[in-house]
């Protein structure tokens, strides 16, 4: 089906709006480069010295060209081993920062009544301060290993699974419809990457901003220019 713009760098299919955002009832969110403009996972392979490597594999991920999400994160988490713990603060203190019109659009949702979701294959130690600073209501994420203050390149296996991958993504979103007893069709899942596109198939709105091709082949909405918060020019 055709895309229509509404405006510039935005664009829809297959809904016809002014839809209503109090219809939906749980927003989920990825995070590198979707609510945050950078890949956390780059960035700290650029501290030691590994950035082009690293960023090479993050690419061929988001673009789908990866069969193995997980055995990709493993190998590009490895390439950190011995990393000190102290870099991860300067990641996100120096390098880390928040997409424009994300904290617009999360407040319309919380006001709205929506549950707000981050779901990513990235770290908890980025994700635990993201959760506070943005007032997101749930988290799924991985996270690293640390050693006697130093990264020791692997991941560690939590209660839910090993690793968040996209499947793991979907399976939250479900999870936490369920637990408000409503349906996926009533979700909305908001990322840019292959790894997005289980839980974007199973909600009831996929939004691509700035997507990979891939990605932005199958959403019924894209963001190509400007924040995120151009999602609410679709809405009441």
């Known amino acids: 089906m055709p895309a229509f713009p509404t405006a510039p760098g935005l664009h829809w299919r297959g809904i016809v709006p002014p839809l209503a955002l109090a219809d939906y009832k749980v927003i989920a969110f990825d995070m590198d480069s979707t609510l945050i403009s950078i890949e956390t996972l780059d960035e700290m392979a650029d501290l030691m010295g590994r950035k082009a490597e690293v960023a090479a594999l ?140 289980p839980m974007m198939r199973a909600a009831g709105l996929s939004v691509g901003y700035r997507a990979k091709p891939a990605v932005r082949r199958e959403v019924a909405v894209a963001i190509d220019d400007g924040g995120l918060d151009r999602l609410l020019q679709l809405f009441l």
Not at 80 to 108: C, F, K, S
């Open 58 to 197: 993050t690419e061929a991920a988001m673009r789908g060209d990866i069969v193995d999400y997980k055995q990709s994160l493993r190998d590009r988490v490895a390439l950190l081993a011995g990393m000190p713990e102290a870099a991860l603060d300067e990641v996100y203190e120096q390098r880390l920062r928040i997409n424009p019109g994300a904290e617009t659009l999360i407040a319309a949702c919380k006001a709205a009544g929506l549950t707000c979701l981050l779901v990513t294959g990235g770290f908890t130690c980025f994700t635990d301060r993201l959760r506070v600073r943005l007032g997101l209501d749930d988290v799924r994420a991985n996270v690293l290993e640390v050693r006697e203050g130093r990264l020791t390149g692997r991941l560690l296996p939590q209660a839910w699974g090993d690793i968040c991958d996209g499947e793991e993504k979907r399976r939250k979103l479900l999870e936490v419809c369920a637990s408000l007893g409503v349906g996926p069709e009533r979700a909305i899942a908001v990322g840019d990457g292959a790894n997005d596109l």
